[in-house]
Nanobody, 117 residues
């Protein structure tokens, strides 16, 4: 089993930054692709970013490209999401997920990010 715990969310003003962290336990962290997703009230869950096992390849949603950066530290079993130039439309619950066998089948509980205008 993989357990994922997010932290770092909060209430911030537009234009500022936050860094989310997701710590994984239970299996070899470096063996799975990691992703960040978010869900705003009344909206579908959407992909934010993903990172390869080694960290040398990343992917982003168009809505966050150039503002968010995903990274990982396999020695610390942690994936990060650095969020800069935050906008009110970034307000959502952010969840990290582990992709072990081609699908994201392990999820954290989520951390709330609220951006005020």
């Amino acid at each position: 089993q993989v357990q994922l715990v997010e932290s770092g969310g909060g209430l911030v003003q537009a234009g500022t930054s936050l860094r989310l962290s997701c710590v994984a336990t239970g299996r070899t962290f470096s063996s799975y692709v990691m992703g960040w997703f978010r869900q705003a009230p009344g909206k579908e869950r959407e992909f934010v970013a993903s990172i390869s096992r080694s960290g040398d390849s990343t992917s982003y949603a168009n809505s966050v490209k150039g503002r968010f950066t995903i990274s990982r530290d396999n020695a610390k079993n942690t994936v990060y999401l650095q969020m800069n130039s935050l906008k009110p439309e970034d307000t959502a619950v952010y969840r990290c997920a582990a992709n072990i066998r081609g699908v994201y089948d392990y999820w954290g509980q989520g951390t709330q990010v609220t951006v005020s205008s």
